[in-house]
C-alpha cells in the first residue's frame, strides 16, 4: 500500500492557512497534501513513456507558513549524481504535492506533475 493512500488529514488549522492560496476544487485535496508535505518525504517512480520508470526519494525541510520557503531535493535511482533541488514557496510546493495526490488517485503511481519537473530541471527559465 503506497504511502499516499495512509495519510490523515492535516488538523483544520493548518488546512485554512493554506485554503487562500488554492481554488475550490483543490481544497478537498489540501488537508492529505499538507500532510504529505509534513512527512518530509515522498518515495515514487517517474513514469517514462515506453521505458522502465525511474525510482525516486523527493526530501524537504517542513515549515509551517505557506509563504515560507521550502528547499525540495530528489535523488533519483539512488544516484548521487542523479540528485537535484528547487526552492520554491511552502503554497506553491504544496500546490504540486496536490497535483501527485489527483495523479495517483487517477493512475495509481506516485510521481510529480510535467510542471514540477520543468521548474526542477530549470527549463523554463
Known amino acids: 500500500m503506497s504511502s499516499i493512500e495512509k495519510l490523515q488529514a492535516a488538523s483544520k488549522a493548518d488546512t485554512l492557512m493554506y ?11 489540501l488537508p492529505y497534501a499538507l500532510s504529505l508535505y509534513q512527512q518530509g518525504y515522498l518515495e515514487g517512480e517517474r513514469i517514462i513513456e515506453g521505458k522502465t520508470n525511474i525510482p525516486f526519494v523527493a526530501i524537504w525541510y517542513v515549515s509551517r507558513l505557506p509563504a515560507e ?5 530528489i535523488q533519483f535511482d539512488g544516484n548521487a549524481d542523479l540528485s537535484y533541488e528547487i526552492n520554491l514557496s511552502n503554497s506553491k510546493f504544496i500546490e504540486y504535492l496536490i497535483l501527485v495526490i489527483k495523479n ?10 510535467q510542471q514540477f519537473y520543468r521548474k526542477l530541471l530549470r527549463l523554463d527559465e
Open 19 to 29: 485554503q487562500p492560496y488554492y481554488g475550490k476544487e483543490q481544497h478537498e485535496i
Open 104 to 113: 495517483f488517485k487517477k493512475f495509481r503511481q506516485t510521481d510529480f506533475s
Open 69 to 73: 520557503m521550502t528547499r525540495c531535493r
